[in-house]
């Protein structure tokens, strides 16, 4: 799952996951408030890993990502948070809440093929 309140980006993205691998079945949430009632809501099916967007509007990836922590159904999801650029704080605050890895944003389409491959691969 994608969530990231920039359409053009979450299509970006859907086209790179077809591109890596097109068994994944991909889920995009625009808002934060929605995502979180999504996710909590699903009984099964529950995405496997989260690729969360730093900077959105109401809850910002850092409020988001320490809610989805915080919250039973959701604690145990491995998330990746994204954005075009992260500072050493903001590497060690998204660690302590929880967040398992960071990835910049790629400008070029095969490098976020490249970054989205071998997160998929990894094991969280």
Same mark, same amino acid.
């Given at each position: 799952?994608?969530? +990231?309140?920039?359409?053009?980006? *979450? =299509?970006?993205? &859907? +086209? %790179?996951?077809? =591109?890596?691998? @097109?068994?994944?079945? #991909? /889920? &995009?949430?625009?808002?934060?408030?929605? %995502?979180? @009632?999504?996710?909590?809501?699903?009984? $099964?099916?529950? !995405?496997?890993?989260? #690729?969360?967007?730093?900077?959105?509007?109401? /809850?910002?990836?850092? *409020?988001? /990502?320490?809610? /989805?922590?915080?919250? !039973? %159904?959701?604690?145990?999801?491995?998330?990746?948070?994204?954005?075009?650029?992260?500072? +050493?704080?903001?590497? $060690? =605050?998204?660690?302590?809440?929880? %967040?398992?890895?960071?990835?910049?944003?790629?400008?070029?389409?095969?490098?976020?093929?490249?970054?989205?491959?071998?997160?998929?691969?990894? $094991?969280?």
């Amino acid at each position: 799952m994608l969530i +990231d309140d920039d359409k053009e980006d *979450q =299509e970006i993205f &859907s +086209d %790179a996951i077809k =591109e890596v691998d @097109g068994t994944v079945r #991909f /889920l &995009s949430e625009f808002n934060s408030d929605h %995502a979180i @009632g999504n996710i909590s809501g699903m009984e $099964r099916d529950k !995405p496997e890993i989260i #690729f969360l967007d730093m900077n959105m509007p109401r /809850l910002n990836g850092k *409020q988001l /990502l320490s809610n /989805l922590k915080s919250d !039973p %159904a959701t604690e145990g999801i491995p998330v990746v948070m994204c954005s075009t650029f992260f500072g +050493d704080l903001d590497v $060690r =605050e998204i660690r302590r809440l929880g %967040a398992v890895h960071h990835m910049v944003k790629p400008t070029r389409f095969v490098d976020l093929c490249d970054s989205i491959s071998k997160i998929l691969k990894t $094991r969280w």
